[in-house]
């Protein structure tokens, strides 16, 4: 069984830049297209990012082009969302996804597993 744990999260300063970890245990992720999305508190889940399978393909949201970038490693298992020019409006709960190779974007019901969730605060 897939299994996804987030790392990384924490409290930053505007303008300054967090890298998740979204590292999967029990499957390999070479054959899922995986996600990042986010809930801030009142607010619905939003889709971030996304990558397919082999990095053939990647999604971005329009809030976050051109500051996130989202990047797989297949032999650490992991797919990372590196977070520059970070603003107060980026505070959210981060969840990564796991969903079929070429599901980017994807939809929360396209999801076959979920990690638990990191913080992520921006604020001075």
């Known amino acids: 069984q897939l299994q996804l744990v987030e790392s990384g999260g924490g409290l930053v300063q505007p303008g300054g830049s967090l890298r998740l970890s979204c590292a999967a245990s029990?499957?390999?992720?070479?054959?899922?297209?995986v996600g990042w999305f986010r809930q801030a508190p009142g607010k619905e889940r939003e889709g971030v990012s996304c990558i397919s399978i082999g990095g053939r393909s990647t999604y971005y949201a329009d809030s976050v082009k051109g500051r996130f970038t989202i990047s797989r490693d297949n032999a650490k298992n992991t797919v990372y969302l590196q977070m520059n020019s970070l603003k107060p409006e980026d505070t959210a709960v981060y969840s990564c996804?796991?969903?079929?190779?070429?599901?980017?974007?994807?939809?929360?019901?396209?999801?076959?597993?979920w990690g638990q969730g990191t913080q992520v605060t921006v604020s001075s």
């Open positions: 996804a796991a969903a079929p190779p070429f599901m980017c974007p994807m939809t929360p019901s396209s999801v076959r597993s």
């Open positions: 029990g499957v390999t992720l070479d054959y899922s297209a």
